[in-house]
């Protein structure tokens, strides 16, 4: 689909939007039976017409004639661009533009063979989805996650919808797809103290072997975590939210963050954990001598990714490892060379497997709103805050911290953005859009 050329980012909703499943699990299910991402969220592409006009490109594109949006490539003021929703979903194509990749596909999988390889396109790029699932399924001869594949640990906003549903589109049960209603039931024990949590989005009560997880930049995680939040919570924040950069986003955000920690910044379980560096015999330790009333005291989505990446075997990073084409990334942990995560996949599933289907996207015409440089003018306070409950995930993972402002309280400063957009909101460019067209669709995973 559309290049893509700026920052990485995406989001959920409470203690569970994404984790709403049972009501928009059937939406997805029914829409796409195999095709898309989380576990309900987004998908689909068209095109923006010339008719939004001069004042709502500007918006999009800024000033400039020919102009790169963070979200992928926007024509001219006068002409049409073209693209809405990405391929993949909107978590793993921040990742891939971090890459400086392009994010190629369509809707039939002749069309989508430039992006996936020679060796894929050789041998599959002739089958339509469900020969190719039919294939699978026949050469996988009944294997499944934990008995004769690699398990998948779905840590959310990380791109575990796109996993789930490229698994699914090889006749494999993952993360939300091992729901009853879905596939087989999960080949792991929850740890019992990750009170409240879905399924799904529950960490492991020990290490699981040949699993395998994604992580994310803390702060970009918990930008997307917000947008996905709220596109789901009535209200009309979503809609009022400025494209680009402005203060009201950043306030907006500042108080999301500072709501969704307040839990883990006072719970001793989590400072237990914390002490004990995440790893699972000292997790183990923490949740057999802190008392029962101490909880994480916070939803699955804020929860440290260390958490779960400890019952991992491998930790890809989201931002060097999710792409179409086989390649080589750093293990999150050690920096060492191993498969991207299409390249394990495909290794260690079937050589069927692909990520490039159209997934829980933001429209490519659409400047989405700028968040990351927000934590720049948090309150020192709030800044701290995160930078405690997240420290293992940024010295573990290898992720730079961001250091809070010398002077107290907030300060964002719109009027020295470049991509400051005033005047313009979500919901007002939701209206230019032609028919059918939103800024932000809604789907779900794939699943068998």
């Given at each position: 689909?559309?290049?893509?050329?700026?920052?990485?980012?995406?989001?959920?909703a409470?203690?569970g939007?994404?984790?709403?499943?049972?009501?928009?699990?059937?939406?997805?299910h029914?829409?796409?039976?195999?095709?898309?991402?989380?576990?309900?969220?987004?998908?689909?592409?068209k095109?923006?017409?010339?008719k939004?006009?001069?004042?709502?490109?500007?918006a999009?594109?800024?000033?400039?004639?020919?102009?790169?949006t963070a979200?992928?490539?926007?024509?001219?003021?006068?002409?049409a661009?073209?693209?809405?929703?990405?391929?993949?979903d909107?978590?793993?194509?921040?990742?891939?533009?971090?890459l400086?990749?392009?994010?190629?596909?369509?809707?039939?999988?002749?069309?989508?063979?430039?992006?996936?390889?020679?060796?894929?396109?050789?041998?599959?790029?002739?089958?339509?989805?469900?020969?190719i699932?039919?294939?699978?399924?026949?050469?996988?001869?009944?294997?499944?996650?934990?008995?004769?594949?690699?398990?998948?640990?779905?840590?959310?906003?990380?791109?575990?919808?796109?996993i789930?549903?490229?698994?699914?589109?090889?006749?494999?049960a993952?993360?939300?797809?091992?729901?009853?209603k879905?596939?087989?039931?999960?080949?792991?024990?929850?740890?019992?103290r990750?009170v409240?949590?879905?399924?799904?989005?529950t960490?492991?009560?020990?290490?699981?072997?040949?699993s395998?997880?994604?992580v994310?930049?803390?702060?970009?995680?918990?930008a997307?975590?917000?947008?996905?939040?709220?596109?789901?919570?009535?209200g009309?924040?979503?809609d009022?939210?400025?494209?680009?950069?402005?203060?009201?986003?950043?306030?907006?955000?500042q108080?999301?963050v500072?709501?969704?920690?307040?839990?883990?910044?006072?719970?001793?379980?989590?400072?237990?954990?914390?002490?004990?560096?995440?790893?699972?015999q000292?997790?183990?330790?923490?949740d057999?001598?802190?008392p029962?009333?101490?909880?994480l005291?916070?939803?699955?989505?804020?929860?440290?990714?260390?958490?779960?990446a400890?019952?991992?075997?491998?930790?890809?990073?989201?931002?060097?490892?999710?792409?179409?084409?086989?390649?080589?990334?750093?293990?999150?942990?050690n920096?060492?060379?191993?498969?991207?995560?299409?390249?394990?996949?495909?290794?260690?599933?079937?050589?069927?497997?692909?990520?490039?289907?159209?997934?829980?996207?933001?429209?490519?015409?659409?400047?989405?709103?700028?968040?990351?440089?927000?934590?720049e003018?948090?309150?020192?306070?709030v800044?701290?805050?995160?930078?405690?409950?997240?420290?293992?995930d940024?010295?573990?993972?290898?992720?730079?911290?961001?250091?809070?402002?010398?002077?107290?309280?907030?300060?964002f400063?719109?009027?020295?953005?470049?991509?400051?957009r005033?005047?313009?909101n979500?919901?007002?460019?939701?209206?230019?859009?032609?028919?059918?067209?939103?800024?932000q669709d809604?789907?779900?995973?794939?699943?068998?």
């Amino acid at each position: 689909m559309t290049t893509r050329a700026d920052d990485v980012e995406r989001a959920d909703a409470i203690a569970g939007a994404r984790e709403t499943a049972p009501l928009l699990d059937v939406i997805a299910h029914d829409a796409h039976d195999g095709d898309d991402e989380d576990a309900h969220h987004h998908h689909h592409r068209k095109v923006l017409r010339a008719k939004i006009g001069v004042v709502s490109a500007l918006a999009l594109v800024g000033a400039g004639a020919l102009c790169a949006t963070a979200f992928g490539t926007v024509s001219s003021l006068g002409g049409a661009s073209t693209g809405a929703t990405s391929s993949i979903d909107g978590d793993a194509l921040d990742a891939r533009a971090s890459l400086g990749q392009a994010a190629s596909g369509a809707g039939v999988v002749d069309d989508r063979a430039a992006g996936l390889g020679d060796a894929w396109v050789d041998r599959f790029g002739k089958l339509n989805e469900g020969e190719i699932k039919e294939l699978a399924r026949k050469d996988l001869a009944g294997k499944r996650e934990g008995f004769g594949l690699p398990v998948f640990l779905h840590l959310p906003k990380n791109g575990g919808t796109a996993i789930e549903t490229a698994l699914g589109h090889v006749g494999v049960a993952a993360g939300f797809c091992h729901l009853p209603k879905y596939g087989p039931a999960r080949p792991y024990r929850l740890r019992r103290r990750a009170v409240g949590f879905e399924e799904w989005h529950t960490p492991p009560a020990e290490h699981v072997p040949d699993s395998w997880t994604i992580v994310r930049n803390p702060y970009k995680r918990a930008a997307s975590d917000f947008i996905w939040s709220i596109r789901l919570t009535p209200g009309g924040i979503f809609d009022a939210l400025n494209p680009g950069y402005s203060n009201f986003n950043c306030e907006r955000f500042q108080d999301f963050v500072k709501d969704s920690i307040k839990g883990l910044v006072a719970s001793d379980l989590r400072k237990c954990y914390q002490e004990k560096r995440y790893t699972m015999q000292g997790m183990g330790e923490c949740d057999a001598t802190v008392p029962e009333s101490s909880h994480l005291d916070c939803g699955s989505h804020a929860l440290p990714q260390s958490v779960m990446a400890a019952a991992a075997d491998r930790v890809f990073k989201l931002e060097t490892c999710f792409d179409p084409q086989p390649g080589k990334c750093g293990d999150a942990r050690n920096g060492n060379q191993m498969d991207n995560i299409v390249g394990f996949m495909r290794a260690h599933y079937h050589p069927a497997a692909r990520l490039d289907q159209s997934i829980n996207a933001w429209n490519h015409n659409i400047e989405k709103p700028d968040l990351e440089p927000c934590f720049e003018g948090f309150d020192p306070d709030v800044l701290r805050d995160f930078n405690d409950v997240y420290a293992n995930d940024l010295e573990q993972f290898r992720y730079v911290r961001k250091q809070p402002k010398s002077t107290p309280g907030s300060g964002f400063d719109e009027q020295s953005r470049p991509n400051h957009r005033p005047g313009q909101n979500l919901g007002s460019l939701q209206r230019l859009l032609p028919p059918g067209e939103v800024v932000q669709d809604v789907s779900g995973p794939g699943c068998l």
